[in-house]
C-alpha cells in the first residue's frame, strides 16, 4: 500500500504558483493537515460546523427578506429588521472566527489512547515575505497535560522547486520535527 502512495505522489507532485502567496499558503497549510492526521491526530470539525450554522443563518434571514410575498413599499420595516439581524448575526460570525479561530488551520481532538490534549496548529505566511511560520499548541492549554507551544519560522524558497513543486520529504521533516518537538517538551508545572 506504501508503494501505491509512493507512486500516487510522484505522478502527481503538489504544485504552487510562486508568485501566488495565497496559493504556497493553501498548499503548505494542506500538507500540514495531511501530516498532524497522519500522526493519529483526528480532526475537531465543531468549530468548522459552528461557523456553518452561523452562515446558514445568515442566508436563511438573506432568503426571508429577498423573497417575502409583499413588495417594497409594503415591507419597509420587515427588510429594515431583516438587514438588523443579518449584521447581528454576521457579527457573531465574525467575532467567531476572530477569537476562536484566529490563525488556526487545524485543530484536532488527542491521538486515541493518549493522555495529551488535542492539538491547535496555525500557520502565518505574511503578505510579500518567504517566512512560513507554523505553530504546534494545546487545544486545552489549560489542561494539566498541555505542553508549551513550539514553532518555527523558515523561508518557503526550501520547500520548493524552481517550477513550484513542493519538496514534500523536505516539508514532511520539519513538520514532522515539530510535533515531535511539542511532544517533547516537560509538562507545565502548576
Given at each position: 500500500?506504501?508503494?501505491?502512495?509512493?507512486?500516487?505522489?510522484?505522478?502527481?507532485?503538489?504544485?504552487?504558483?510562486?508568485?501566488?502567496?495565497?496559493?504556497?499558503?493553501?498548499?503548505?497549510?494542506?500538507?500540514?493537515?495531511?501530516?498532524?492526521?497522519?500522526?493519529?491526530?483526528?480532526?475537531?470539525?465543531?468549530?468548522?460546523?459552528?461557523?456553518?450554522?452561523?452562515?446558514?443563518?445568515?442566508?436563511?434571514?438573506?432568503?426571508?427578506?429577498?423573497?417575502?410575498?409583499?413588495?417594497?413599499?409594503?415591507?419597509?420595516?420587515?427588510?429594515?429588521?431583516?438587514?438588523?439581524?443579518?449584521?447581528?448575526?454576521?457579527?457573531?460570525?465574525?467575532?467567531?472566527?476572530?477569537?476562536?479561530?484566529?490563525?488556526?488551520?487545524?485543530?484536532?481532538?488527542?491521538?486515541?489512547g493518549?493522555?495529551?490534549?488535542?492539538?491547535?496548529?496555525?500557520?502565518?505566511?505574511?503578505?510579500?515575505?518567504?517566512?512560513?511560520?507554523?505553530?504546534?499548541?494545546?487545544?486545552?492549554?489549560?489542561?494539566?497535560?498541555?505542553?508549551?507551544?513550539?514553532?518555527?519560522?523558515?523561508?518557503?524558497?526550501?520547500?520548493?522547486?524552481?517550477?513550484?513543486?513542493?519538496?514534500?520529504?523536505?516539508?514532511?521533516?520539519?513538520?514532522d520535527?515539530?510535533?515531535?518537538?511539542?511532544?517533547?517538551?516537560?509538562?507545565?508545572?502548576?
Amino acid at each position: 500500500m506504501s508503494e501505491t502512495k509512493a507512486e500516487s505522489k510522484s505522478k502527481n507532485p503538489k504544485k504552487a504558483n510562486l508568485s501566488d502567496h495565497s496559493s504556497i499558503k493553501h498548499l503548505l497549510d494542506e500538507s500540514v493537515s495531511e501530516i498532524v492526521k497522519s500522526r493519529g491526530y483526528v480532526e475537531n470539525t465543531r468549530l468548522s460546523n459552528l461557523k456553518l450554522s452561523i452562515g446558514a443563518i445568515v442566508i436563511i434571514i438573506a432568503l426571508f427578506a429577498q423573497f417575502y410575498n409583499k413588495k417594497f413599499p409594503e415591507n419597509r420595516d420587515f427588510l429594515i429588521g431583516c438587514s438588523g439581524k443579518y449584521i447581528i448575526v454576521n457579527g457573531i460570525l465574525q467575532v467567531v472566527s476572530y477569537t476562536k479561530e484566529k490563525n488556526a488551520i487545524l485543530f484536532t481532538h488527542p491521538p486515541v489512547g493518549a493522555f495529551s490534549t488535542g492539538l491547535v496548529v496555525s500557520s502565518k505566511l505574511p503578505r510579500f515575505s518567504d517566512l512560513y511560520t507554523l505553530t504546534v499548541a494545546s487545544a486545552d492549554p489549560k489542561s494539566i497535560s498541555a505542553n508549551k507551544p513550539v514553532e518555527f519560522t523558515k523561508s518557503v524558497t526550501q520547500w520548493f522547486t524552481k517550477d513550484g513543486v513542493l519538496v514534500e520529504g523536505l516539508f514532511w521533516k520539519e513538520v514532522d520535527g515539530l510535533i515531535n518537538d511539542y511532544a517533547r517538551e516537560p509538562k507545565k508545572s502548576k
